[in-house]
Structures are given as C-alpha cells and as structure tokens.
C-alpha cells in the first residue's frame, strides 16, 4: 500500500515559464495518486495558476513582482517567511524549482530546523556565464544546495552534468524529463489566430513557442524563415511574450516577411500551438530540456530544433525523431526545415516518442524518490 506523504511543491510565481508548468504538473499528479499536497508560492499570479488542481492546496504568500523579480528586500521577507511556512507545517518532502529558489529553500529549511526530505530541480544549462549578481550567488551557495539535498533532479544528462561539475555528487542526482499532459481529445480547437493566418495566404505553417528573449534566438529563426521563403510559399507563427517582441517584430519588416508572420502572444493552452503546425522550430540557444518539443511530438507534429545544450538532443535521441542544426545557423535551419516539410515523420512515430514523457511516467519518477 502506498504511503501518504505530506509535500510541498514550491515555485516563486505561477507566471508562464515551463519549470513552474512543470511544478504544477508534478504536484498535480501526486496529489491525484492520494499524497496530501500544498503548492507553495511567493506570487500565484499567472497563466500556471489555471492549471492547478483542486486537490493541490494553493498558498500565496501574495509578494509583489516587479521588473520580473521581488527585489532584494521582498526576498528577504520571503525566506523569514518560507522558513515560518516549512517550520508550521511539517513536510515530509520539498520539491522545489527553479535554480535561485532552490537555494532559498535550502536555506529556508536549514532556517526552520525542518527535516523533510528535498528534491531540488535544475532546469537550465547552469554552466552559461552570467553577470547578474543573483546567478553568480547562486554559484556561490550551490554547495549548500548541494548539501541539503536528498537527491537533485536533472531534467536532462546534460544538466546533470552541469550541476555535477559545480559540486553536487553523482549519487545524488537524478535525471527527470520534464513531464507532459498528452492530448486526451481530437475536438476541433477555436483559435482567434486562425483568421489572421488565412489572410496571410497559402502555404505551410510553421510554429514556433517561446519567450520572446535572446536565448530563445527568434531573430535566426526569422532569417531562416526569410530564406524558405525564397523557395517556396510558407507562414511563421511565433507564440509568446516577451521584451523583444517590438524588436523582432521590427526585423520581420527588415526581412520583408511582415505579411507572413504572426505574433499572436501567449497561449496556455500548447494545443493551440500545433492545432495549426505544419513543423514546429525551436531555435534556443540553450535549453535545459525543451517542453514544447515534446508537447509538438504529442500532437503528431514533425519537429525541427537546433542543438542547444542540452535537452534537444536527447529528446530527438541525436536527430531520430527531428534534425537537429548548429545554434545560431540560419541556412541550416532553413534547410532542416525544408526537407522536414517534404518528409515529415509519421504522427505515429512521433506520439510514441513523446509517450515516454507521459505526465503517469514522469510523476511515478517523481513518487519514486521519496521511497
């Protein structure tokens, strides 16, 4: 018989990033297999707050975000009060992402004497050079991380290898794919974009789904769709926010594509993206794992992606599943997209792959830890 555990999910905000989708998704399906479950936030606001199972205790603690973050005196007033959370209410576990609120929970627990199991999770590449001040204490701190941690989930080898070369033994990392909720029903989606992708013309449609930041790298991807362009009909659909999107909407004209590209914002729902989907892109130039590849994969949609560290490759087992090019190389990912458009893989094929990262798969890894 399974033992009910006490677990606490913890994600700074429920904004629309794929670790805290990912949190929300792990809590959801332990709270569903019988565990007592409490997602614990600085700030629920966000599109991830939708999802939120109503088995899953939801506990806000209501910090304001500004400029992206809390500030170095809201977080301050965050840790005393997580430390104050974990201390009252007795966990018998703590799974926590991403990196810099892992050490805060570190330190929170050590804070609150508590001796609940942690399951730090690492989602980025934590080898790239940064100069923010909170990345670089981040480094600096890991050790406790480290320390504190029953085990460290990796969401891919790569990471792991990442976050062992900073100090986390081997023994105690685990490699995780991030979950996803596979489609459960073929029923036709109602999608505002669709009209504004009719007015563009004919031709297929290629997707893309990300931040609008520079490590999502849409600007080579908007080249690369500039190039296809010179030898066939197509359109590019780019979903996601961000504080680029003036900028790259400002290189399609330079590119003369604007009437052939769509920036139709942020959508929670991944199906929305590849109802539409001819192949589906990503460009990143890092990516700890990659959801959205897996989510296309779960559609049936035929994928193209660069070869970022690290998650890429390994989700397309080294190009079976989609081809993988060079980051940052527009005339390969013109390429690659092209004769993924003249010989895509079988929905068949591509469905099974993504099965390997079934929301019940994952989140019985996930269970599996706290044995």
Excluded at 307 to 329: K, S, T
Aim: positive net charge; hydrophobic residues 50%.
């Amino acid at each position: 018989m399974r033992r009910v555990r006490r677990i606490v999910f913890h994600a700074p905000s429920l904004g629309g990033g794929g670790a805290e989708r990912v949190v929300v998704l792990i809590a959801n399906e332990l709270a569903s297999r019988g565990h007592e479950v409490i997602l614990f936030t600085w700030n629920a606001a966000g599109p991830n707050a939708l999802l939120v199972s109503a088995q899953v205790q939801l506990v806000d603690l209501r910090l304001p975000i500004r400029g992206g973050g809390f500030g170095k005196l809201a977080t301050l007033g965050g840790l005393w009060r997580s430390a104050k959370f974990l201390r009252a209410a007795r966990p018998d576990a703590v799974y926590s992402a991403p990196e810099f609120a892992n050490l805060l929970i570190a330190v929170a627990l050590v804070m609150a004497g508590s001796s609940a199991r942690f399951f730090p999770s690492f989602h980025a590449a934590a080898s790239l050079p940064s100069e923010r001040l909170g990345a670089r204490l981040a480094v600096l701190m890991s050790r406790l991380v480290a320390y504190r941690a029953t085990k460290a989930v990796a969401v891919s080898r790569g990471v792991g290898r990442d976050i062992a070369a900073r100090g986390i033994s081997l023994t105690k990392i685990a490699v995780i794919g991030n979950p996803v909720a596979l489609p459960t029903s073929s029923e036709q989606i109602s999608l505002d974009h669709v009209s504004a992708l009719a007015d563009m013309g004919n031709g297929p449609v290629i997707v893309s789904a990300g931040r609008l930041v520079a490590v999502k790298d849409h600007r080579t991807l908007l080249a690369a769709f500039a190039e296809l362009r010179r030898h066939r009909p197509a359109r590019l659909v780019i979903f996601g926010e961000g504080p680029l999107r003036a900028a790259l909407i400002a290189y399609a004209a330079e590119l003369d594509i604007q009437g052939s590209v769509l920036f139709p914002g942020y959508v929670n729902d991944p199906a929305c993206c590849f109802a539409v989907a001819d192949v589906f892109v990503l460009s990143s130039t890092s990516e700890g794992f990659g959801n959205v590849l897996v989510e296309a994969m779960a559609a049936g949609v035929p994928v193209v992606s660069t070869d970022a560290p690290h998650g890429p490759r390994e989700i397309l087992a080294d190009g079976r599943f989609g081809l993988l090019v060079a980051v940052g190389d527009a005339l390969a990912l013109a390429a690659a997209i092209e004769a993924t458009l003249d010989h895509p893989l079988s929905a068949d094929c591509l469905k099974a792959r993504a099965a390997d990262y079934d929301i019940r798969t994952v989140g019985g890894l996930y269970e599996a830890l706290l044995t």
